[in-house]
């Protein structure tokens, strides 16, 4: 190796099946290896078909997610794998996936679909920063996606070129107060709002807006961080209730009419 370069130069991607075992998940066995989450460290842990996982494997992330490690209890020792990776996963609304498009008759019972649902945990979707609803494309859409005008490339440098800059502002901010992290993402505790630099008109606005939703705390300052994060990405310096109103949208709801029972 040269010196400064490591084994790994590209971010990891991982995507372990829906059957994964807890310890080739999380590491483990008798002769302990690190496990899925470790092997996405630093990069991404794709999670597809979500709701078909065991909610209990599934909860097994919630500690790695607050810590960006694992630790293993073995009989007489303990050890521990780095596992900073980012969660990515997909899923469908309910069993036959049609319950969010407008134009389609969904045959699940609102009994089957909490119970499908519920197989995400509150506190783990609690963990989760962004979730967007996605419905089918539109006769419209699918055509635009094949068309030859809109250059994929181009656009994909475009949206590199403006995550840079995004990254640029967060780690100004870090070094400005002097913190070891850098980035909006890693930061908590009491001077939140302070080192984000978000005015309390918008802190105010976005707690009666966590109230009205049954927020828990983590959520609240999830938004906060992803409020602060959209404004970064339109350079903007003030954080607005405008980016607490999209932050907000990207907190897990539950299709219209229903809420969460009997988790
Ligand atoms: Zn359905």
């Known amino acids: 190796l ?16 829906h059957t994964v075992s807890r310890s080739a998940l999380i590491g483990g066995g008798a002769i302990p290896v690190p496990g899925e989450i470790s092997l996405a460290h630093q990069g991404v842990l794709f999670l597809d078909e979500m709701t078909e996982f065991q909610p209990d494997i599934l909860d097994l992330l919630r500690q790695p997610l607050e ?5 293993l209890v073995r009989l007489r020792h303990s050890i521990t794998y780095p596992a900073d990776f980012m969660l990515v996963g997909a899923a469908n609304p309910c069993r ?3 319950c969010l498009e407008p134009n389609a008759v969904c045959r699940c019972s609102d009994d089957s679909i909490r119970q ?9 979707l609690d963990r989760i920063d962004l979730t967007v609803e996605m419905t089918r494309l539109t006769a419209e859409e ?6 030859v005008q809109i250059n994929p490339v181009s656009l994909s440098q475009e949206m590199a070129m403006q995550i840079r800059d995004c990254w640029g502002i967060q780690q100004r901010r870090c070094q400005h107060h002097r913190l070891a992290v850098s980035g909006n993402a890693r930061i908590s505790g009491p001077a939140l709002a302070v080192i984000l630099e978000i005015p309390d008109a918008t802190t105010a606005f976005a707690a009666q807006a966590a109230a009205r939703f049954n927020l828990s705390v983590r959520s609240y300052q999830k938004v906060l961080r992803v409020a602060r994060t959209i404004a970064d990405l339109e350079s903007c310096h003030r954080v607005g209730l405008d980016h607490v109103a999209e932050a907000l949208q990207y907190r897990f709801r539950w299709p219209e009419g229903m809420e969460r029972r009997g988790a």
């Open 116 to 124: 499908h649902l519920n197989r995400l945990s509150g506190p783990l």
């Open 67 to 71: 810590d960006q490690a694992v630790r």
């Open 96 to 98: 036959c996936g049609e």
């Open 142 to 147: 699918m055509q635009q996606s094949v068309s």
């Open 2 to 17: 040269r010196e400064g370069e490591g084994l790994i130069s590209r971010r990891p991607f991982r995507k372990p099946h």
